[in-house]
């Protein structure tokens, strides 16, 4: 069984200890950027059926009614909110795998 000092060693004497840092770090920070997604796509999710609730109570919305344009606003920004978390966590994956090929 490999010791955490023989661990140690090894990535002192090949020079791995800030990749083996930055790794680390990389991957608690996708976790976290994972969670943040999860609560984008949730609320995206929420906004949807409230927006489609809204429409099933009045088939005969008028597109020129305020509220109806502001809410359908609020839901594309919601979209907009979770396809920039996708690509950040896309980003964020293609490094830690880059630099896990080059190491």
Same mark, same amino acid.
């Given at each position: 069984?490999?010791?955490?000092?023989?661990?140690?060693?090894?990535?002192? *004497?090949?020079?791995?200890?800030?990749?083996?840092?930055?790794?680390?770090?990389?991957?608690?920070? @996708? &976790?976290?950027?994972?969670?943040?997604?999860?609560?984008?796509?949730?609320?995206?999710? *929420?906004?949807?059926? %409230? @927006?489609?609730?809204?429409?099933?109570?009045?088939?005969?919305?008028?597109? %020129?009614?305020?509220?109806?344009?502001?809410?359908?606003? *609020?839901?594309?920004?919601?979209?907009?909110?979770?396809?920039? &978390?996708?690509?950040?966590?896309?980003?964020?994956?293609?490094?830690?795998? &880059?630099?896990? %090929?080059?190491?």
């Amino acid at each position: 069984m490999i010791t955490e000092a023989q661990i140690l060693e090894y990535l002192k *004497d090949n020079d791995y200890i800030d990749v083996f840092i930055f790794l680390i770090l990389s991957a608690d920070n @996708l &976790r976290n950027r994972g969670i943040l997604l999860k609560g984008s796509i949730s609320g995206l999710e *929420d906004k949807l059926k %409230r @927006l489609v609730e809204k429409i099933k109570e009045n088939p005969d919305v008028d597109p %020129r009614n305020r509220e109806v344009s502001t809410y359908v606003k *609020d839901v594309h920004y919601a979209e907009l909110e979770v396809i920039q &978390r996708m690509n950040i966590l896309i980003e964020l994956l293609a490094v830690y795998y &880059r630099i896990i %090929r080059i190491t």
